[in-house]
């Protein structure tokens, strides 16, 4: 199909877009085209105004008051039920606080505590963004287990009446692949194990359904599709029939039923506020709630839907576009295995992205070959993925042309 | 003395100090005296225009780009670099990132794991803040090791063949004791054992020595003596001499030799970048960075003999102004056993810290019957101190009234 073509299907598409004006939200004013939001999501405009506030009457003049009077001291359970919706759980099950990396260590331990005596093996996703291996790992010559390392299309094949749990990514951060979550839990407890999954990369790009599909445990970031910032503290999900048994390793004065008691014993609180540890970081997490904002009024299945449409139609420009062969999707076409980011194994991968961005497409790089491209659907249109896509074919042309590129 | 010849003398103290020109670095103008930066340290003014650079410009224009050209990064050792002249620290040594609880997980259980072959108990300081006790208990069950709880000056008596490390916390938070970091440090060391220590009430108000006394982990807030904001990222020293064995529990990919290979294999990096663990809270850190720039060109000496000069004087003054066993100070008399507060028992201390509150003195509450009045030199001056007293001799005349108060 031509360009031409091309041109008008994104504007016609970006016309009939329920999302389109949500964009006018972030600050994305430079002629960027963000593809980069699956890494760092862009500046909703408010955020400014809104720590401009926190920092200069919360701590400048209320001081310690804002503990209590500007809601800090709350603030880690009340953005988890900001989160919830958006992951599927109801009420009461969703904190916010910490790294992922550090929640993936509380969620892993609690869940291997909670499983049935005796087994001793966890099971790691192999595709796994690499902390999560990392922590496994800990957590499991912490605790006396070890870890086995599948494929998460293979999980309900491995798991065994020695699997204690398995903690899987939702979304593949390389390939964008989409991991099947409702098969994968129901295989692990059929067999009486626990499902922790990673949320990190479908959170507020997918619908993740939790609670719908009894998830025991999962964690995910907030600085991707959630807009919260760089390294806005994370997110964990104990599911409301584990509470009780939540066992923390890392039991901070904050996970404390009564924290100001200060007793030298610990008890911990009852429900999500049991995954707290220390004192939270109010400045990442009151932006991260501002940003929170822009999902007022907006579901996640609108943004599901739309999601796809832009993969759907960047892999169409792509393919229509750039030579057979020069470039590869590593993303499935199905959609029922598809994330929100296209993934393309590309051999000078590093020289094209560092083209890409000059000319301002940006997305990035996953050594040593793929070129990745995160579609946020709040933001990023039907013109701009035909951008995206013509641009590339461009830098690909030039790099190709007997000039070099 | 009266009070006329007590108040001539704080105008006259502070018309002698050094650093009394500091205190207009700090948003502090609304009359408020306040005694709780060690809780919550007041806003340095220029933090407000530099965040607000930082989440408009950095992260709103740069976006992706800031981890690299705006240095975000490194920002854990670079703001490390910042925070270890402060505690007696050479360069390579501190890294910033995680609450206190996290980081006091990350040394008691690197400890343990260094110390000598065959010893299974920790000590833990009797009268610590009570996270690091749940903590330290956590630490302990997971590494198989037990907690044996004592007093610090206990410590040389306790440690023997048994103690692997202890976990002390350099000045008590609710009395202001200042324990004795390098004799307890060499009882420890002289019996092999490992010396952890929680500065979060002593970094920044007063000299620490790490390496001089030859500590080998410490930890410490951000928020208190310097003033990174509610939350701010807490730090983890770890001694040079130690770095190559120390072995994090939290092994997260930001402590990876090569975090962008994104390798299945764990390999930590060098230093004290190993004790990173996930994203860094960039917001909160970077509040720090510029929350640390009140430092410049001034000594941790200077600021402890202010500090000692402060508390002396609020101690003179409540004894001239408040009648005798009215309140009892729990706060050593001794310099060398006094951190930066001052710690008043005080059978109706809730009603009275409130209505002190009330009169503009903020001071906080440890319960059941602590007033707690932090002074930090960086911005309490003696007319501050003085005024303080005399509100505080106010209200309880106020209570002891036949009205009642």
Sequence with gaps: MSETRMTERAAELDAADGLAK??????????????????????????????????????????????????????????????????GAAPGQVVVGDSTSVNVF????????MAPEGRDEILVDATTFPTDGYI???????????????DP???????????????????????????????????????GALAVWDLCHSAGALPVGLDEHGVDLAVGCTYKYLNG?????????????????????LPGWNSHADPFGMTRGYTPAEGAVRGRVGTPDILSMLALEAALD???GVTVEAVRAKSLALTDFF????????????????TPAAHAERGSQVALA????????????????????????????????????????????????????????????
Aim: net charge negative; hydrophobic share 45%.
């Design 22 to 87: 949500r964009r006018e939200l972030f600050a994305l004013d430079d002629g960027t085209v963000y593809l980069d939001g699956n890494s760092l999501g862009a500046l909703p405009r408010h955020v400014r105004d809104r720590m401009a506030d926190v920092i200069g009457r919360q701590w400048g003049e209320l001081r310690i008051r804002s503990w209590d009077e500007s809601g800090w001291w709350t603030a880690p359970e009340r953005i988890g039920e900001r989160i919830a919706p958006l992951v």
């Design 106 to 113: 509380k969620a892993v331990v609690a869940a291997v505590r």
């Design 136 to 150: 496994a790992e800990s957590a499991a010559r912490l605790t006396g287990h070890r870890t086995v390392v599948v």
């Design 153 to 191: 299309a293979d999980v309900p094949d491995a798991v065994g009446p020695r699997t204690a749990a398995a903690l899987v990514n939702h979304v593949d951060y390389r390939t964008g692949r989409l991991h099947d979550l409702p098969g994968i839990t129901a295989a692990l407890h059929e067999r």
């Design 229 to 249: 910032g760089p390294g806005s503290p994370a997110y964990l999900y104990v599911a409301e029939r584990h509470q009780d048994r939540f066992d923390s390793p």
């Design 294 to 296: 822009v999902w007022d």
């Design 315 to 330: 892999l169409e420009c792509v393919e229509a576009y750039v030579p057979r062969g020069r470039v590869t999707s590593l």
């Design 346 to 405: 590309c051999p000078d991968a590093p020289a094209v992205m560092e083209s890409l961005i000059a000319r301002g497409v940006v997305g990035d790089l996953r050594r040593p070959d793929v070129l990745r491209f995160g579609f946020t659907p709040l933001y990023v249109g039907f013109v701009d993925t035909e951008r995206a896509a013509r641009v590339l074919a461009e830098v690909l042309a030039a790099a190709d042309s007997p000039a070099g590129g």
